[in-house]
């Protein structure tokens, strides 16, 4: 078969760029990006169709180099208005770009990239996102505890509903509880359990963005077992199909994407119950110890005043101000100047009608300078404008002062 005559380095490949397909589906990206999605599936081919061993190492090697190229530009051009997991993936796809060209330079054979060396991501990201909902607004309405709950009893047919408190340290305990046990090595079937468990309840939910999110978690779960990625390799032509159906009809798409994940996990199941686990404790190496690096500066960065969003802050109810914020112990520090220049929203009047209705949501709290230039640019073009207090008046054109990696780093929604 195509699939088990390969390494399994190849496999990973195969099942990681499945992943990105399956992203693009599942975020509708097909009409803002079809180069990419025909790219990925182009390069793709060669490993997909043929034997490894009728295939030459140098050709294979930087045909995913130009594949990571594709991705992480496509997230590029879609910043700053990405998901938390994308932005996850488009920092350990930085790593692997710099890692594998460091090989290429000092000419050691074939930049060889084993996603299995960042196994530890995943565990970590689970981590850092339960850490961010240790906040006092989170543990006082569960807000994403609550959209979970609702989802599942409205699939359930009840009316149930369970105190805040409970759901808030419920949901922080398990995706915390699944990261620590993930990293460790004598308990990583629990880990595995547990993240498992977490991710079918997040989907059903029946958002495509958690479902993505649920679907990365599992493939890279499926990382953890190192002698076999065959079953879930299914994830391919289900990822190719998608392309197709997405086009035609929204509920079809719906029912395939969540359809899929499901299969996915079944998969994954049976792979555990044939492989056994990789129970070896992971080494940090340098590539590692720069990718937790970026996962722990972009986990502070609201703290630093540098952005409020994609911090890995999802459905955290996390809130910040130039002074001050509503996490149970990090400090407010403001290093970056973002935070200074902010505005009650109930002082602000624009006649840029997305504008106003996006703000009339925001009554009682405070908006950015960039934040509130960049929606009107991007609502209304350079002319939009928003009068505030009455005294001081922004434009969209204003937006263009900050710099491209200002425009595109700094988010705050």
């Known amino acids: 078969m195509i699939f088990t005559n390969k390494r399994i380095e190849d496999q990973e490949y195969l099942l990681y760029f499945a992943l990105i397909v399956f992203h693009i589906v599942a975020f509708q990206w097909w009409q803002l990006a079809p180069w990419a999605v025909l790219a990925i599936v182009m390069l793709q081919l060669p490993l997909l169709v043929f034997s490894r061993k009728r295939m030459f190492e140098l050709l294979t090697r930087p045909i995913q180099l130009i594949i990571l190229f594709i991705w992480l530009a496509v997230l590029w051009m879609r910043t700053p208005y990405m998901a938390n997991h994308l932005l996850f993936e488009g920092l350990v796809i930085l790593v692997l770009i710099i890692t594998s060209l460091i090989r290429l330079a000092k000419r050691q054979n074939i930049p060889r990239v084993r996603f299995r060396h960042f196994r530890m991501a995943l565990p970590i990201l689970y981590i850092l996102a339960a850490l961010q909902k240790c906040n006092t607004d989170f543990l006082d309405s569960a807000y994403s505890a609550h959209v979970l709950e609702g989802a599942i009893m409205h699939r359930l047919g009840s009316g149930m509903q369970l105190p805040s408190l409970v759901l808030a340290l419920g949901t922080i305990l398990l995706e915390l509880s699944a990261g620590i046990l993930l990293l460790l090595s004598r308990t990583r079937k629990w880990g595995i359990a547990l993240a498992l468990v977490m991710h079918v309840l997040f989907a059903m939910t029946g958002d495509a963005g958690i479902i993505s999110f649920s ?199």
């Open 215 to 413: 679907m990365l978690g599992v493939v890279w779960l499926s990382f953890f077992l190192p002698k076999s990625r065959t079953k879930v390799m299914i994830l391919w032509p289900v990822s190719i199909a998608l392309v197709g159906i997405s086009q035609f009809d929204y509920t079809l798409r719906m029912t395939a994407l969540e359809l899929s994940f499901y299969i996915i996990v079944v998969m994954f199941i049976w792979d555990w119950f044939t492989v056994n686990l990789d129970e070896n404790s992971e080494q940090v190496k340098l590539p590692q110890q720069v990718l937790i690096g970026l996962l722990l500066f972009n986990f502070l960065t609201p703290y630093l005043g540098l952005k409020s969003a994609q911090a890995f802050n999802m459905f955290s109810d996390l809130k910040v101000s130039a002074s001050t914020n509503n996490h149970l112990w990090m400090p407010q520090l403001t290093v970056f100047p973002y935070l200074k220049e902010s505005y009650p929203v109930n002082e602000i009047e624009t006649d840029c009608e997305k504008v106003a209705t996006n703000l009339n949501t925001r009554a009682s709290s405070t908006t950015t300078h960039i934040q509130l230039t960049r929606s009107l640019m991007r609502n209304c073009g350079s002319q939009g404008a928003a009068m505030i207090a009455k005294s001081e008046e922004v434009t969209g054109a204003d937006y263009l002062e900050y710099h491209l990696l200002e425009r595109k780093l700094v988010v705050f929604e």
